[in-house]
């Protein structure tokens, strides 16, 4: 489990966790429109609706986020174990 304590979404992976988290480290998103001229480039989550229009993210069967390249490959090494067996 990796839970965003910012945002409160579950994440099935630390680089799933990582991703959604975007903008420069040296202020938040909130400080940044406080600045003189407002920045909107500071760090801050993704919101779900961001989450579920992006190619790049995807719900795993517990209903985390996940990173949709990590499940393909999940799914793939899954199906090549069952061929084997």
Do not use: Q
Request: charged fraction near 30%; aromatic fraction near 6%.
């Amino acid at each position: 489990m990796n839970l965003c304590g910012a945002c409160g979404e579950d994440f099935g992976s630390v680089t799933a966790f990582d991703a959604h988290r975007v903008g420069v480290h040296s202020h938040t998103y909130t400080e940044g429109l406080r600045m003189k001229p407002p920045r909107e480039d500071g760090r801050r989550c993704l919101s779900v609706a961001e989450l579920e229009g992006s190619s790049r993210f995807e719900r795993n069967r517990r209903g985390a986020w996940s990173l949709s390249a990590d499940l393909s490959r999940a799914r793939m090494l899954r199906i090549r174990s069952l061929e084997r067996a």
